[in-house]
């Protein structure tokens, strides 16, 4: 069992920042990624950055040149830059665990609003 908590969240006004953390806890070893989505109200959730136990990272079209993910493998966490937000970019967002060998978790979630 993997168990994340993300932080970070809060009310930022459009063009500000904020970093999100999510820390993990349990079975951390082996190939995995560490993922951040986001789901606003009454849309589907969707990927933002992707990063894997390696250091490779993807991001969505959406977030490229703001957002920035990273991760500290001794310390199991992740973390989520986002820079120059946008009131689009209000969602609650998640941590996402995924391990090669199988199990994907997911934490509860943290807030984000950005007002205009």
């Known amino acids: 069992q993997v168990q994340l908590v993300e932080s970070g969240g809060g009310l930022v006004q459009a063009g500000g920042s904020l970093r999100l953390s999510c820390a993990a806890s349990?079975?951390?070893?082996?190939?995995?990624?560490m993922d951040w989505y986001r789901q606003a109200p009454g849309t589907q959730r969707e990927l933002v950055a992707t990063i894997t136990s390696g250091g490779s990272t993807n991001y969505a079209d959406f977030v490229k040149g703001r957002f920035t993910i990273s991760r500290d493998n001794a310390k199991n966490t992740a973390s989520l830059q986002m820079n120059d937000l946008k009131p689009e970019d209000t969602a609650k967002y998640y941590c996402?665990?995924?391990?090669?060998?199988?199990?994907?978790?997911w934490g509860q979630g943290t807030q984000v609003t950005v007002s205009s």
């Open positions: 996402n665990f995924i391990r090669l060998r199988g199990g994907e978790y």
């Open positions: 349990g079975f951390i070893s082996g190939v995995n990624t």
